[in-house]
Nanobody
Framework: QVHVVESGGGSAQPGGSLRLSCEAS?????YAWFRQGPRAEHEFVAA????????YYSDSVKGRFTISRDKAKNTAYLQMNSLKPEDTAVYYC???????????????????WGQGTQVTVSP
């Protein structure tokens, strides 16, 4: 049974950086990060496929966040730079055993989710 474990959340000042990790067991084709702020639905952040060829970002994080994966370690990462207060949220790693193509931002396509890790950005 596939499961995922996230780590790396915490607090940062505006302009700072944090790195999230998502370690999964089993065969994974697609990784994604979603986040949920205090009054928001799960918002898509970034996604990557198994070969690190297809990578997507939401407009709100493009140019600041970088998603990557280490296939040998079955781990994906989210490097978050130039953090803003509006990045404050619980960040979730979601994975699928299938390549999702154009459905990369559709949360219903990811059957396996981590427990979430809090990211807080404040002065």
């Amino acid at each position: 049974q596939v499961h995922v474990v996230e780590s790396g959340g915490g607090s940062a000042q505006p302009g700072g950086s944090l790195r999230l990790s998502c370690e999964a067991s089993g065969h994974i084709e697609s990784y994604a990060w979603f986040r949920q702020g205090p009054r928001a639905e799960h918002e898509f952040v970034a996604a990557i496929d198994s070969r690190s060829i297809t990578i997507y970002y939401s407009d709100s994080v493009k140019g600041r966040f970088t998603i990557s994966r280490d296939k040998a370690k079955n781990t994906a990462y989210l490097q978050m730079n130039s953090l803003k207060p509006e990045d404050t949220a619980v960040y979730y790693c979601a994975v699928s055993e299938y390549y999702l193509g154009s459905y990369y931002s559709n949360r219903e396509r990811y059957p396996i989710w981590g427990q979430g890790t809090q990211v807080t950005v404040s002065p």
